[in-house]
């Protein structure tokens, strides 16, 4: 039975909550082939490669998610997160400074 992408995305979320990375992962990869720009399917594939160390597999996830999504202020977090833990702490500023800019992120993150 073919699974539709918003619920190839739950399933995705369960195993992913569950403990289940293999299946999170294969989940989430079927959405991207079929929607390589779907936000939420990049976002939790970037999470679960942040999770494990994989910070290089991690960004560009984020980016995608962040560019198909700008409005999702969890997508701005995570991103410029993952930009800090690589020490990239200019372009994070840029990006933080971006989001608030359009209206994304609290203003109190940053003076």
């Not at 990869?29 to 079929?34: D, P, V």
């Not at 993952?82 to 940053?110: S, T, W």
Request: with cysteine; proline share 4%.
């Amino acid at each position: 039975m073919e699974l539709t992408v918003d619920q190839a995305l739950q399933k995705g979320v369960a195993a992913h909550k569950e403990g289940k990375l293999q299946e999170a992962e294969r989940l989430y990869r079927s959405i991207l082939q079929a929607q390589p720009k779907h936000s939420d399917a990049n976002h939790n594939l970037g999470i679960l490669a942040f999770s494990v160390n994989e910070l290089e597999a991690a960004l560009p996830l984020f980016k995608t998610a962040l560019e198909a999504n700008p409005k999702i202020e969890k997508f701005w977090l995570s991103y410029i997160n993952a930009l800090i833990k690589g020490n990239q702490f200019d372009h994070a500023k840029k990006v933080v400074e971006k989001g608030k800019k359009a209206d994304c992120l609290e203003r109190k993150l940053m003076p």
